[in-house]
């Protein structure tokens, strides 16, 4: 109990460590206040990790990189893109953020892919965009494929291409990132470029081929 000099009554016992600061009465320091560990050094904890993206190209993913990134903490070491690793992939330097007395954060590097020219990536499969005209659509046509390492692949078809209809080519697209030394596919896409207006005697020529339903 209080006496009413706001001190303790002779004779209390209590259990509080605090009691004799006065921790429930007034001016005292809030019950939390201790963050020193044992011996009273001030321990660290561990921040949200520094989070930065990591711009690769499609070619890089391919044959794999070694970068050097420039942020604020000259401490980094030069970070490694290994064959095939997959957009939003981690890379995690433990504890190199900027120190501070009581954190010592992460760093990380986020995997993202850069636009390529050419394909667009879908997962470990890279897909080719490909116009033909509507001739060759309907009575074949070879379409020329680049691959990433610098080759031709020849896809001929004598089939109809409807619009949207895709070709595969197996083993021609970026290695799979647990298995480097197999890879995913190359999917060429088809799209069929119609034309802007007919001359009569194309129409009729075209009605007269091709059946009515």
């Keep these: 109990m209080f006496g009413r000099n706001g001190g303790m009554d002779e004779g209390m016992e209590t259990d509080d460590p605090f009691a004799s600061f006065g921790m429930g009465g007034m001016g005292g320091f809030p019950r939390s206040f201790n963050t020193r560990g044992p011996g009273g050094a001030q321990t660290k904890k561990q921040d949200p990790p520094v989070t930065h993206d990591l711009r690769v190209s499609l070619e890089e993913v391919f044959t794999g990189c070694t970068k050097k990134m420039k942020i604020s903490r000259k401490r980094l070491n030069p970070v490694e893109v290994k064959k095939g690793w997959k957009e939003v992939t981690e890379i ?87 298995s480097p030394d197999r890879r995913g596919d190359l999917i060429v896409e088809y799209e069929v470029k119609f034309p802007e207006r007919l001359s009569q005697s194309a129409k009729d020529t075209i009605a007269n081929v091709l059946p009515a339903s």
């Design 92 to 178: 995690t330097f433990l504890k190199e953020g900027d120190e501070m007395p009581s954190n010592i954060p992460d760093v990380v590097f986020v995997v993202k892919d850069k636009p390529h020219p050419v394909y667009r990536r879908d997962g470990s499969d890279i897909i080719y965009p490909t116009k033909i005209t509507l001739k060759e659509a309907l009575c074949g046509c070879t379409v020329n494929v680049p691959t990433l390492d610098n080759r031709t692949v020849n896809l001929t078809t004598q089939d109809i291409v409807r619009p949207g209809m895709k070709r595969r080519v197996t083993g021609e697209g970026l290695p799979l990132p647990k």
